[in-house]
């Protein structure tokens, strides 16, 4: 049995009357990369936020590695994450973001040069984030997220502006980090992408959860990822949407 | 805590913002110093220390500083990736008003630095000596350092409070172009000698102030104060609210 990195307990976030996220509870073992599926709107942003001390739970609890975020020692060293393509400073060259995240977390600068490497920004790191791509951003991102070779990577829709040689890097990657015996979750509404990429998928609707367990047992009882994700995330109280689903 | 205060001035040094309103700052400085200079008789020591009262009055340039220390985090959302290596937002908080009021400060010192040789190379030029023995002169440059120091603390309180980069620059800029002076009209000298501005005023030793205004030490003490205030609700407010 893989060891548990993340462990989410009966998570709630709620907006006055909107529940974003309700009663959410799974388990994410090591080893493996697990998908995080949902239709926009369906909580995965605010659970993954709340998994990483950035928004406070309404009830419940979110643990990585056996404690709060805010009370892991050294956090870039065990979780990376990438949020959201934009968390740059339009103004400051790409490796000087790097040498921020690394001098705070008390990482040598060589890592700065490694990751880099490792992302293939090493020559654009020299400019300044205004003017990248979309997809350069999101490399910024992952090689921030992999400075302190964390054992748990959280990737919020990692896939947005990346092109398919920089899609088939990432699932490389992704692929890698598992084996090695990381844990990986990572959010997306691309379907064709997470069934070449999880093992397990975590599906959420409407905040709460409707499936959890290996991609092969839902594919097995659906015929497909996209039907299975349809069936579990469309709501049977709208008829039209329930319409389409049939 | 070291090692945040100086990724703090990592951040600063590494974006243009820090550079810009320095030399903003230098040239409203020297431009300042130029008026009394030009305007005012060369031989009396109060036209010197007027030239170099404009050391104060440019802790606007240290408010929008401070300000965008924080709100600028949120306006690029790099706030994230901040609270992701430091979950501890205090400590966050803490590194910040630190670093930025050092960084106040020496806005402040390479002022005054700049508006004293201004003023030395013009009356020398002109034929006549700098005041460089008289108190008044280094009270005004002095309290206009403190002035800095305190403004760019005041600023990562604003910034934090508001969080809305532009809300926050435009609000503290209608508090000191309006707000004060309302309040003069409706309360009186009384009440608005202890109000922020006036109190930098004071510091800085404006000639408006010094007849009026509080005493330089104790209006010191009260933007000190001011910025304990603003410090004190930003660590509250940033610990509770959620980073969307």
Known sequence: MASIDISVRGLSKHFGPVRAVHDLTFDVPAGQVTGFLGPNGAGKTTTLRMLLGLVRPTAGQALICGRAYPDLPSPRRTVGAVLEATGF?????????LRIAAYSAGLPLARVEEVLDEVGLSDAAGRRVGGYSLGMR???GLATALLGDPQVLVLDEPANGLDPAGMAWLRDLLRERAATGRTVIVSSHVLSEMAQTADRVIIV????LTFDGPLDRLEAEAGSLEEAFLRLTTDHDDAAAAAAAR | MLTLIGNEWLKLRTTRGLWILLAVQ???ITVGAAGPLS???LDQAATAIGAVAHVGLTS???LILGISAVAGEYRHKTITDTYLGTPRRGRVVAAKLTATTLVGAGLGVAGAAVSLAVTWVWLTAAGHTMPWSEPELWRTAAGGVVWNAAFAAIGVGVGALVRNLAVA???SLAWLALVEGI???????DVTRYLPFSAGTAVGRLPASIADGLPQSGAAALLAGYAVLFAAAAVVFSTRRDVA
């Open chain 2, 26 to 28: 230098l040239t409203l």
């Open chain 1, 205 to 208: 609707a409407r905040g709460r």
């Open chain 1, 138 to 140: 999101q490399r910024l």
């Open chain 1, 89 to 97: 400073h339009p103004g400051r060259r790409g490796r000087d973001h």
């Open chain 2, 183 to 189: 309040v003069g009209q409706v309360a009186g000298r």
């Open chain 2, 39 to 41: 305007n005012m008789p």
């Open chain 2, 60 to 62: 606007l340039v240290a």
């Open chain 2, 169 to 171: 620059v435009a609000a």
